[in-house]
């Protein structure tokens, strides 16, 4: 059974930055598809990034492209968001996901979810 622990939410105040942190653990497969997703009071769940930690391309919510990026740590099992020219609207909670298929944007493919980090923008 694997684990998904978020860290590095924060307030900030808008055109800041954040780093979130995702450490994966109890994989059975060292490499997979690790993706960010938020969600904001009264809204659905959203995809914000994803990859795969054994390369190839990463993928963006069109909101945060240019903004956003997803990278993989020295050690394979983490997985960094860092997030520039936050605007509230970036405001929600930040969680991160695991699993073998993808990389996509779509919660179906990930079987391993974390308790999320909170991350407030203000204007």
């Known amino acids: 059974q694997g684990q998904v622990v978020e860290s590095g939410g924060g307030s900030v105040q808008a055109g800041g930055s954040l780093r979130l942190s995702c450490v994966v653990s109890?994989?059975?497969?060292?490499?997979?598809?690790v993706a960010w997703f938020r969600q904001a009071p009264g809204k659905e769940r959203e995809g914000v990034a994803a990859l795969h930690t054994g390369g190839g391309p990463s993928y963006y919510a069109d909101s945060v492209k240019d903004r956003f990026t997803i990278s993989v740590g020295n050690a394979e099992n983490t997985v960094y968001l860092q997030m520039n020219s936050l605007k509230p609207e970036d405001t929600g909670m930040y969680y991160c996901?695991?699993?073998?298929?993808?990389?996509?944007?779509?919660?179906?493919?990930?079987?391993?979810w974390g308790q999320g980090t909170q991350v407030t923008v203000s204007s």
């Open positions: 109890g994989w059975t497969y060292i490499r997979g598809c």
């Open positions: 996901a695991a699993g073998v298929s993808g990389p996509v944007l779509e919660a179906y493919a990930y079987d391993t």
